[in-house]
């Protein structure tokens, strides 16, 4: 089992920024596992942010945060990061992490997933 931890989040106006870290602890961590933020705001589904592959090489990255957001491994890689600049009030969610065996950009391909941590930005 595998369980996720988030950090970060919190209220910020609009053109802010606010980073979102993730790390991952339990038995060993697959390798070849890919990570992803998605995010989902009150009545909506749950939409991919960003994703990343173990290597950091491969990355996803959601139309609409194309350009403001980047993802990244840390240091043991099984943390992630997301860096969110230049937010605006449609940025407004729970934002989620997951794990699973591969980068994917579909939640159901990811196995487990965080806690969720509260973003809003104001106008």
């Known amino acids: 089992q595998v369980q996720l931890v988030e950090f970060g989040g919190g209220s910020v106006q609009a053109g802010g920024s606010l980073t979102l870290s993730c790390a991952a602890s339990g038995r060993t961590f697959d390798v070849g596992a890919g990570m992803g933020w998605f995010r989902q705001a009150p009545g909506k589904g749950r939409d991919l942010v960003a994703a990343?592959?173990?290597?950091?090489?491969?990355?996803y990255y959601s139309g609409s945060v194309k350009g403001r957001f980047t993802i990244f491994r840390g240091s043991p890689k099984s943390t992630v990061t997301l860096q969110m600049n230049n937010l605006q009030p449609e940025d407004t969610a729970v934002y989620y992490c997951?794990?699973?065996?591969?980068?994917?950009?579909?939640?159901?391909?990811?196995?487990?997933w965080g806690q969720g941590t509260q973003v809003t930005v104001s106008s």
């Open positions: 990343i592959s173990w290597s950091g090489s491969n990355k």
């Open positions: 997951a794990a699973g065996r591969t980068i994917a950009t579909t939640p159901e391909k990811y196995e487990y």
